[in-house]
């Protein structure tokens, strides 16, 4: 699970996994 990933993505501001749906 990259769910470190999925939050520095979500805070960067990039779409995030599909599969997590972050919002």
Known sequence: MDVE???RKDTIGLPS???VGGT
Do not use: D, Q, S, Y
């Open 5 to 7: 990933l999925v939050l």
């Open 17 to 19: 996994l599909p599969a």
